[in-house]
T-cell receptor
Framework: DTAVSQTPKYLVTQMGNDKSIKCEQNLGHDTMYWYKQDSKKFLKIMFSYNNKELIINETVPNRFSPKSPDKAHLNLHINSLELGDSAVYFC????????????FGPGTRLTVT | RKEVEQDPGPFNVPEGATVAFNCTYSNSASQSFFWYRQDCRKEPKLLMS???SGNEDGRFTAQLNRASQYISLLIRDSKLSDSATYLCVVKNYGGSQGNLIFGKGTKLSVKP
């Protein structure tokens, strides 16, 4: 069984559209994250939620809005997509906020045309 | 200056070679250190944590020098399956508790 899953795996869309990426973990972890890996392969944290509560919000445009309906899910909604949003978005989870190991989902490859 | 810096490589080595990766970090308050591995078009996965006393896991040895803010990973007897990108990662506490800071990674290609 997949521990951290994301849908969709690939997403191709036009500039200006609104899209969502879903993430689910079945590990019973308290903390979930969204990362962005750009074309230069640089992986950077965007958001972190602990028990459905936002705890990290790095400098990310407010077009990006995370939503955690329960602690097993952390979705990412992106409004008014721009070319620069093209990247791979990884969801991750950890047992607790202070845990060292994070488990990553397979990634969602977003291409904005 | 980036918070975690690594030589991007690529390192192209023959099977059986020993290869070493280096990493430096800028925040002296960083508390925890790791190496993650990322295969091509896959997600990162934890390879090993790095402890001040140095630690070994099979063919892999990690070392930390807090005074120099330097982390290393040594791979002995390289296998074809070791080909991947190795990400140096530090964890800071306080304002961004639980925040992992990733280096850009060092690409390793092991050839037959």
């Amino acid at each position: 069984d997949t521990a951290v899953s994301q849908t969709p795996k690939y997403l191709v869309t036009q500039m200006g559209n609104d899209k969502s990426i879903k993430c689910e973990q079945n590990l019973g972890h308290d903390t979930m994250y969204w990362y962005k890996q750009d074309s230069k392969k640089f992986l950077k944290i965007m958001f972190s939620y602990n028990n459905k509560e936002l705890i990290i919000n790095e400098t990310v445009p407010n077009r990006f809005s995370p939503k955690s309906p329960d602690k097993a899910h952390l979705n990412l909604h992106i409004n008014s997509l721009e070319l620069g949003d093209s990247a791979v978005y990884f969801c991750a989870s950890s047992r607790r906020q202070t845990s060292n190991e994070q488990y990553f989902g397979p990634g969602t490859r977003l291409t904005v045309t | 200056r980036k918070e975690v810096e690594q030589d991007p490589g690529p390192f192209n080595v023959p099977e059986g070679a020993t290869v070493a990766f280096n990493c430096t970090y800028s925040n002296s308050a960083s508390q925890s250190f790791f190496w993650y591995r990322q295969d091509c078009r896959k997600e990162p996965k934890l390879l090993m944590s790095v402890y001040s006393s140095g630690n070994e896991d099979g063919r892999f040895t990690a070392q930390l020098n807090r005074a120099s803010q330097y982390i290393s990973l040594l791979i002995r007897d390289s296998k074809l399956s070791d080909s991947a990108t190795y990400l140096c990662v530090v964890k800071n506490y306080g304002g961004s508790q639980g925040n992992l800071i990733f280096g850009k990674g060092t690409k390793l290609s092991v050839k037959p």
